[in-house]
């Protein structure tokens, strides 16, 4: 069949386009047009090409979801080798890399590029006169896998090149992975599917690209990031590594927005503590991050060793995921009940520390993961998360494993466990009764963000639990020197030191004393809300739920665990006790938001070391008053509060013109 040359025309241009908006909304991420204006685009290059297949190219957008299946992979020799970097794991063989380096250069100071090491699955793009040819898994370094079809299915990867200096000839190097949002998706649906979940994004990515069929890759989304050159034909290539990146970044490669040029081992130190802290908050997951001498001669200068360049290291972060065994499952018990499966572990290095405990939320749960005691498991902790079990090794698992069976009874105080319909927890109906319930709740009243008792640590409280010293919260403020002297490490100076804390505790706010009463589903926002709204414990305390579901952000289930709290006479009896031992607050006559203060409504950024107050102090005073507290400086900031060392917030109170007040004029603002 003959095409028409306008039929041709508007084929071409359609790929054009679609590959256009593919490159704003994978790449750059700022798309021009919305999805169904796409989606009909797409829709109508189909139609033409089913019209005229011979129009039909591998490079075309309709191609990306993928072909009829593969019977296995065919091998793709590395022109040049795909090497894997040297691993640094703390600052003395970084510093060792850099002295290297610079004996090696006989200079004093290097300038490095510097990236995020991505913790995905490394490929080779090949292109031909613009066009993407061949695209091969790094394999073992010499040789990889051909998994040309399934890269097609990747938006983020170009199949024609664009730019105003398309080599004829150009290898490039990147990395595939799923992005941790794509991955919490996939997850989802498996499980819908009643299909094996993925333990991490890096596992999902790795099965997702090696699939014989690429429409299965096609159906999971999987992204790409570019970070170096193999071949080109061009003569003038860049001649530093972050000129390279630019080059590849014009020809429409996506590649990483957190690369950087520093100076010198400080400058590799500087971003390695900038990149660990960002690590949660990255839309990718990585394992590190890499340095490279920036200068391409001082590269070929240092050359290689054995499989790793001597110009380029990577910076391992602690890792973030390990594998080790279920010794037992145990029960915790909570303050309000809930029991909690905890995996007792053979002891494993993980994220910076020594985990031999991991949390398995509830009994659901552990069904959907599988777990038993046996069982070869990987454990992840990142930053301060408390470690969790992430799935398990199937193919490790004994013959002997022993499921878990949720106990019928409290094992602290052999009360009855249910559980409550429309819920995953099951509780102990124990309630004070439960001396874990008892230590957990007094834990938590006596807290730096509650009562703030300093002094009562969870040994001390321990040991007043079981000695039937405190039976209430009230009992706290019966404690006397003598009586604390008689417990385990509690000298005199201790003791007296814990109850001139107690009575400094009596001097609160209304929201901190909520949150210290421990109340189901109430943190600490949640009760400051309430105490806004309410003003009055008293008003809190006769609340109906419909009331309660008034107060900005409370909802129904909130509001009821509130009206049963106050429900029940011996809560009452013990905040009447408290009170009566002489725990006070400032209480307003009117609702915040009925209230005309100067305070009220009003956005407060605090900066610097007050003199005489703690930020807590202030931000609790603000916050009874109906006014908000900010992290940052914008045009919505009523005032800046300053102390000593302001630093970049002061400067830009002045840039936009808002109040600025020192600890006199804040506290003269709230005696107003």
């Known amino acids: 069949m003959e095409t028409f040359p306008d039929i041709s025309a508007r084929v071409e241009e359609l790929r054009r386009t679609l590959a256009q908006h593919n490159y704003l909304y994978y790449v750059k991420d700022a798309p021009v047009i919305p999805d169904s204006e796409y989606d ?146 996939l997850n989802r649906v498996q499980l819908e599917l009643g299909n094996k979940q993925f333990v991490n994004p890096r596992n999902a990515a790795a099965g997702s690209l090696r699939q014989l069929d690429a429409r299965i890759t096609a159906s999971r989304k999987l992204s790409f990031f570019c970070y170096g050159i193999a071949e080109c034909s061009t003569e003038n290539l860049p001649q530093t590594q ?37 690590r949660e908050i990255l839309p990718y997951q990585i394992d590190g991050v890499v340095y490279k001498v920036n200068s391409i001669q001082s590269q070929e200068k240092l050359g290689f060793v054995a499989r790793a360049p001597r110009f380029a290291i990577a910076h391992k972060f602690p890792a973030e995921e390990a594998m080790t065994m279920v010794q037992n499952i145990d029960v915790q018990v909570g303050r309000t009940g809930t029991l909690t499966p905890v995996a007792r572990l053979v002891p494993v290095f993980v994220g910076g520390v020594t985990v031999s405990s991991a949390t398995l939320h509830n009994e659901d749960e552990i069904r959907r993961k599988d777990v038993r005691i046996g069982d070869s498991v990987i454990v992840r902790r990142a930053g301060d998360v408390i470690p969790e079990i992430v799935g398990v090794v199937r193919e490790l698992r004994p013959a002997h494993t022993v499921e878990f069976l949720m106990p019928e009874k409290c094992p602290v105080c052999n009360s009855l466990i249910k559980r409550v319909t429309g819920e995953a927890a099951s509780r102990c109906l124990g309630g004070l009764f439960c001396a874990a319930q008892r230590k957990q709740a007094l834990c938590h009243f006596v807290s730096r963000n509650a009562m703030d008792i300093d002094g009562l640590g969870e040994k001390i409280v321990e040991q007043l639990v079981d000695g039937n010293i405190v039976k209430t919260l009230a009992d ?128 407060f ?36 509060i300053i102390g000593t060392d302001p630093g970049s917030k002061l400067v830009k109170a002045k840039e936009l013109g808002i109040a600025i007040l020192n600890e006199d004029g804040f506290l003269d603002l709230l005696q107003q």
Not at 121 to 129: M, Q
Not at 532 to 554: C, H, Q, S, W
């Open 40 to 185: 009909r685009l797409f829709r109508e290059l189909q139609e033409l090409e089913q019209q005229f297949p011979q129009l039909i190219t591998p490079n075309s957008p309709t191609c990306r979801v993928g072909g009829a299946p593969q019977s296995e992979f065919s091998q793709v020799v590395h022109n040049l080798p795909m090497l894997s970097l040297n691993n640094a794991l703390d600052a003395g063989e970084v510093s060792a890399f850099d002295t290297r380096v610079r004996e090696m250069l006989r200079v004093d100071f290097v300038e490095y590029e510097v990236e995020p090491k991505y913790d995905g699955l490394a490929v080779s793009l090949r292109y031909e006169s613009g066009q993407f040819m061949q695209g091969a898994t790094r394999g073992d370094g010499f040789k990889g896998e051909n998994v040309t079809n399934n890269l097609r299915t990747i938006n983020s990867i170009p199949l024609q090149l664009k730019g105003s200096m398309v080599p004829n000839l150009v290898e490039v190097r990147g990395e595939v992975l799923m992005l941790k949002a794509d991955f919490e998706k």
């Open 242 to 278: 972050s000129g390279t990146l630019e080059m590849l970044e014009h020809l429409q490669f996506p590649v990483s927005k957190e690369r950087e040029i520093v100076h010198g081992v400080s400058g590799l130190f500087s971003y390695y503590k900038k990149l660990l802290e960002k």
């Open 476 to 603: 706290v403020y019966q404690l006397t020197i003598p009586m604390l002297e008689k417990l385990d490490r509690m000298a005199y100076k201790s003791a007296a030191n814990v109850v001139e804390a107690i009575d400094n505790s009596k001097n609160t706010t209304l929201a901190r004393f909520i949150y210290a009463l421990g109340i189901r589903n109430v943190g600490e926002s949640t009760a400051k809300e309430l105490a806004k709204y309410f003003g009055k414990l008293e008003r809190l305390m006769n609340a109906d739920e419909e009331t309660l579901r008034r107060v900005p952000d409370i909802g129904p289930i909130v509001a009821q665990s509130v009206v049963q709290f106050f429900m029940e006479s011996h809560n009452r009896d013990v905040i009447d006790r408290i009170r009566r031992a002489g725990v006070a607050w400032p209480e307003n006559e009117l609702r915040p938001q009925d209230d005309k203060t100067t305070i009220n409504g009003k956005v």
């Open 605 to 640: 950024v605090l900066t610097g070391t007050l003199p005489n107050i703690t930020r807590d102090e202030a931000r609790a005073r603000i916050e009874a008053l109906g006014g908000k507290v900010s992290s940052s400086v914008s045009k919505k900031t009523s005032y800046v």
